[in-house]
């Protein structure tokens, strides 16, 4: 799961954005440190790069002097108190001496890069210098680590730490050059001592390539870095449970009496909250509080206290039991297509108990005079008899009497910045008042108004549910909404997720809740006019797709150049702007395979920035070129389309992975219908070579290994795909037997749900949805029959499809996009020829893609992945779901993904009448 989302919530009150367009007030920008502010030197380039600022000796032409493409790299870590002395030290001493360097330019920035959730290979990395060879490294390293002597900041988890100061080294690349890893995946790259590209690995660990030394004067470091062991603890490591910035959690055993305990690590500097205190900090604040709620029978209790190196360790007993969230997928009622009155009122007498246990809990913490301050469904335990409560993670805890903010908090329960006090974990309450029976509120990020909407639908789908219970909660969420504050005023604070529990990953930098249109003011009961009744209904088409296109036509920004739409944050890694999945190409797919006519001024967009292609951008279908070829050739501009061809025949396509996401599947289908639609016999050739390279790979011996990637994007059904439109095409019978091979490898990874459902299986959690899950596999499987009606085995396959159904037809997931939530199942139903339900089912599932919709100037939109911003692209956001809407719902388009063409005998389109939500 991606820790970053946070993060990227940031900066905009609607959508994910990168960090550095975050801006302090209505006018100013975000404020920078003064060396920032300098101009650069005469013989400089300064160039703002992201979170950096770049700084560049250059000749008198002003081009960039030569220079190493690869070597030692040091890096600076810093801290609040001393960034602004480290920037300026560093600038004063490598400008006189030509050497390139850059720096993270903010306060703000800086702040993110060393939260609890930041990303742990760039962790700590405040300033990096690259100097031409080792003998200049050991200068800058005798030289700069004295004038920064005694200066702290985090310890960079990628590098060797030099002494004891700031200063950190790797070895690594300093121009970006790419290649594909060993997964098929385009990474930035070194050469190796052969001349050869390999990758840049950047795991949070220091590492020496194989091919390379280390240098004679870095021994004594790197010895001593492997000085400070656990072994003379009285505590058996036994798991890691968790990592992140801030440090591990560790289940272990005490040597001294067999107990069970947890050990809870504090990295100094890292692991920042919003108020700025590091890991240590919090972890002593855990300490306060637990001791202080001692006894009560609710909270785990201290067993020891410790440093280690100059890491802190909090010890604790290990309380039995599993989180809340983790009973969701197992008891939660509406995760199957007809749910059984008796297993409803089940499961809202269960759920009503376990949230009068929390509150009891609650109110004994706040009896001993504390606050909770993070309260939601993975601090929750449940005990082995799955009635008895406990609260767990008190790091972000504080006394009443402070009267103080929230700083962490998982975003679906993340109060308001006008709740203070006892006040947040009363909010806090509210929400899971809701999330126990709909657990989707981090839709509360974007707008706390959603509650009086969430509400109806749970008095709809869960009629014990007593009025009041939800009466109360809409009126202490929605309590003051329009001064809810901004996206800047809760920076920092943090949250967790799993399935189908709402929201993000296990305790994360929150980026904070911007709120959406909303009147201010008044709580809002059930029953009282949702700010959202306005919207149009999914399934009133075409009035839904008018409203979902001026949301999308009114968020485009073409006076940008990482991203024309909105979309996942994705968007915002190589290339990640352009493509089907997240950027500009999918949009413009959607847009004109529903109807919805073009838009030019983005096809102009899209021509601009693939001329030239931006360096790294990927090469597959649904990540880069090969997705962007498709959409601009179906568009009309071909020889663009082919241009990128050529440029994608260029690198060392044959070595990407097999998958359609990324993959030679997706280039082979491209090459294939460029081939059919232009005639020319090269492309029909490279698509053969790709077809053939796909059924060796079939052939060889599968992966040791205990689980697999499935489905249409990562899986073998997307090679299956392809495989299937190449036998279409030549009819060659080795294909269809390859494309079995693969559909089979992918039904090897599922299995059925006590409900009938087929389901792909991860281990840990069981996948219905379009891209990773049964419902990708079903797609294709849909199509395998239609090519081969008279295949092997069809009655299995019929078992098979019928599951998918099943799996299809649920009556709750916890997201609305195409990928990864309900929009899939919709674009399935609409499609299916598998015999069953799909019309009654699809009308139900247009009509609950209503709970997920949200307000976007007026007009109807919904939100990305993780829920806390809107997004406006195909994977994972609205326009998603117009793609499948359209292909669901209107009866003259022949909408659809590239390359699952509406099969023959679907159901007639438009012939579903949605229920009303």
């Not at 060393?114 to 005798?142: I, M």
């Not at 702290?152 to 070895?171: A, F, H, K, M, Q």
């Not at 709120?515 to 919207?535: C, I, R």
Request: net charge negative; proline share 7%.
């Amino acid at each position: 799961m991606d820790k970053r989302y946070e993060v990227y919530a940031l900066a905009d009150r609607h959508f994910y954005e990168t960090p550095d367009r975050l801006s302090v007030g209505e006018q100013g920008a975000a404020p920078v440190y003064e060396t920032a502010r300098r101009e650069a030197p005469e013989g400089w380039h300064a160039d703002r790069i992201g979170d950096w600022l770049t700084l560049t000796p250059v000749d008198d032409e002003g081009r960039p002097l030569p220079g190493p493409a690869q070597g030692w790299k040091i890096h600076a870590s810093a801290n609040r108190a001393n960034a602004e002395r480290i920037a300026a030290t560093v600038w004063d001493y490598c400008v006189p001496r030509r050497i390139p360097f850059k720096f993270v330019p903010g306060p703000h920035l800086l702040h993110l890069r060393n939260t609890k959730y930041a990303a742990r290979d760039t962790s700590g990395k405040f300033v990096t210098v690259y100097p031409a060879g080792e003998e200049q490294l050991h200068l800058v390293l005798r030289e700069l680590g004295e004038l920064l002597d005694g200066l702290e900041g985090p310890y960079i988890l990628t590098d060797l730490r030099w002494n004891e100061g700031p200063l950190y080294v790797r070895y690594g690349a300093f121009a970006r050059s790419f290649v594909v890893d060993e997964r098929g995946t385009l990474v930035l790259a070194v050469q190796d001592a052969e001349g050869r590209l390999v990758p840049d690995h950047r795991k949070p660990s220091f590492h020496v390539p194989d091919w390379v030394t280390l240098p004679a004067f870095l021994e004594p470091q790197l010895a001593a870095r492997n000085t400070t062991t656990v072994g003379d603890l009285p505590y058996r490591i036994e798991k890691a449970l968790h990592f992140s910035n801030g440090g591990g959690v560790y289940a272990g055993t005490d040597t001294r009496d067999g107990s069970k305990v947890v050990l809870k690590e504090g990295r100094p500097h890292a692991g920042l909250a919003a108020d700025g205190a590091d890991a240590i900090s919090r972890l002593a604040r855990e300490k306060y509080a637990l001791e202080q709620v001692s006894g009560l029978g609710v909270v785990p209790e201290v067993r020891d206290w410790f440093t280690l190196g100059d890491h802190r360790f909090l010890v604790m007993e290990f309380l039995e039991g599993r989180p809340l969230n983790s009973f969701f997928a197992e008891r939660h009622p509406l995760l199957a297509p007809d749910p059984d009155p008796d297993a409803v009122a089940a499961y809202t007498a269960w759920a009503l108990r376990i949230h009068q246990g929390v509150e009891a809990a609650v109110e004994a913490v706040h009896g001993r005079g504390i606050v909770f301050n993070d309260l939601h469904v993975f601090n929750i335990m449940i005990a082995p008899d799955e009635e008895t409560v406990s609260l767990l993670d008190f790091e972000a805890a504080a006394p009443i009497e402070e009267n103080g903010r929230q700083v962490v908090a998982h975003p679906g329960f993340f109060a308001p910045p006008d709740r203070t006090g006892a006040d947040v974990d009363r909010y806090a309450l509210a929400c899971l008042r809701l999330a126990l029976f709909m657990p989707v509120t981090t839709l509360f990020v974007v707008d706390r108004g959603k509650a009086a909407h969430l509400a109806e639908v749970i008095a709809g789908q869960f009629p014990d549910v007593p009025r009041e219970f939800l009466d109360e909660a809409v009126a202490e969420i929605t309590r003051d909404c329009g001064a809810a504050g901004t996206a800047h005023d809760r920076a920092g604070a943090e949250d967790s997720r799993g399935r189908p529990a709402p929201g993000a990953a296990s305790d994360r930098p929150v980026a904070g809740a911007a709120l959406g249109p909303q009147a201010p003011g008044a709580s809002l009961p059930v029953g009282a006019t949702s700010p959202f009744a306005a919207l149009a209904e999914p399934g009133d088409w075409p009035y839904s797709r008018d409203s979902m296109v001026k949301a999308i036509l009114a968020s485009a920004t073409p006076e940008r150049d990482d991203r024309l739409f909105p979309g996942d944050i994705a968007q915002f890694s190589d290339g990640g702007g352009l493509g089907l999945a997240h950027g500009a190409a999918g949009v413009l797919h959607a847009l004109a395979e529903t109807g919805a006519g073009r838009f030019e001024e983005g096809e102009r967009w899209l021509l601009a920035h693939t001329d030239p292609v931006p360096a790294g951008t990927p090469l597959g279908l649904y990540d880069g070129l090969a997705g962007v070829a498709y959409v601009l050739d179906r568009l009309g501009h071909r020889q663009r389309a082919l241009d990128l061809l050529d440029g994608i025949l260029r690198e060392r396509w044959q070595k990407l992975s097999s998958d359609l996401h990324g993959g030679l599947a997706g280039v082979g289908l491209v090459l294939g219908q460029l081939a059919r639609t232009t005639g020319e016999p090269a492309l029909a050739e490279r698509a053969a070579e790709a077809a053939a390279l796909l059924v060796r790979r079939l052939a060889e011996p599968r992966p040791d290994t205990p689980r697999r990637r499935a489905g249409l994007l990562r899986g073998a059904s997307g090679p299956a795909l392809f495989l299937l439109r190449q036998y279409e095409a030549i009819g060659d019978p080795e294909l269809l037997d390859a494309a079995t091979d693969a559909l089979r490898r992918d039904l090897e990874c599922c299995v059925v749900q006590k409900g009938g459902s087929l389901e792909v299986d991860e281990g840990w959690r069981t996948l219905p949805y379009l891209g990773d899950g049964s419902v990708g596999l079903g797609m294709v499987v849909d199509d395998y029959l239609s090519l081969a009606p008279g295949a092997p085995q069809a009655e299995e396959w019929e078992h098979v499809r019928s599951g998918v159904l099943t799996a299809a037809s649920s009556r709750f997931y916890a997201q609305p996009g195409l990928f990864q939530g309900r929009a899939g199942m919709i674009l399935h139903l609409g499609r299916t020829t598998a015999p069953g339900p799909a019309r009654e089912r699809l009308a139900e599932q247009v009509g609950a893609l209503g709970w997920f919709a949200m307000a976007y100037q007026g007009q109807l939109a919904f939100p990305g992945h993780q829920m806390m911003r809107l997004s406006m692209d195909l994977g994972t956001g609205t326009a998603g779901c117009l793609l499948a809407l359209g292909a669901a719902l209107d009866e003259e388009s022949t909408a659809q993904l590239p390359f699952l063409p509406p099969l023959p005998a679907a159901p007639t389109r438009g012939s579903a009448q949605p229920a009303k939500s």
